[in-house]
């Protein structure tokens, strides 16, 4: 039976990739990039700071980690609770101790119900990203654009009102967008975003709204992925995230600078048993000569200056 030709009909397909976004490019093949100070290897922590609603909503679609029982769903609802009531602050202090400043994806929630919280980002000099109004806030096509720019404005605004810097970068949740997400962050505003996963350098995306830059945070290697869903230990999480380490500084003596990102979650790492191997993994890569680490948004300055230089 042949191929009824309406089954390749559908909206924007077209020649590549389904999107004039971007052209597409083979890593290997681009010019070289040197980091600061001669670094070879870029690491960008990000610390996802998510408050999730008792009650999930399901439209568009359910985030993980949501809650997964009956209402109400204590037993999920304090174990998120627990990572910024104790998980996060493990791990600020563990970041304190090895010097590193880092990215905190936060839900806009945390800022209204624990201000406290933002006020110790911005005093250890952390990042804010900004990461929808709360873990209820997801994007997918079908969702209005008029509601889609309107949480995305939401989110923006309550997170400078709280750190008194506007973010100028967006994490979605579960990296999940709308075929508008890229051109209504660029029109808000929003000079980078971490959502597309496709590659393990930043790019350029074009809009209708203006140029939005994209740096990938690959869900491989988050300990939601790592330690949850693949149900390794930390000391295995760690062991891979230094692997990847060791891989990218040998390729990065080949092709030129390279981008390690880190995802990690407070209720997740900041237990008392895991806790310590994050710990290790920060003093291991601290002692690497040719590490650089550094927030998002100075990774993004850095690579677009590169670009104009060369």
Sequence with gaps: MALDPAYLDYPRRGRGMDHELYPWSNLFDRAPVTWPGGKTVAIV?????????IIPQDAPFRAPGHMQTTYPDYRHYTSREYGTRVGFYRLLDALAAAGVRVSVACNAAIAERYPSIIADIVAAGHEIVAHSTDMNGTIATGLPEADERALIGTTLGTLELASGTRPTAWLSIARSQSWATPHLLAEAGVTAMLDWVNDEMPYVMTTPSGP?????????LSDRQVITVQQNSAESYVEQLRDAYTWLA???????????????????VGLPYRIGAIEELLGWLTARPDAWFASAGEVVAAWQAGQVQG
């Design 45 to 53: 922590i990000v610390v996802s700071l998510e408050w999730f609603p």
């Design 212 to 220: 939005i830059v994209n740096l990938p945070l690959n869900h491989e």
């Design 250 to 268: 040998a390729e990065a003596d080949q092709y030129g600078g390279r981008m390690l990102p880190i995802h990690l979650t407070p209720y997740i």
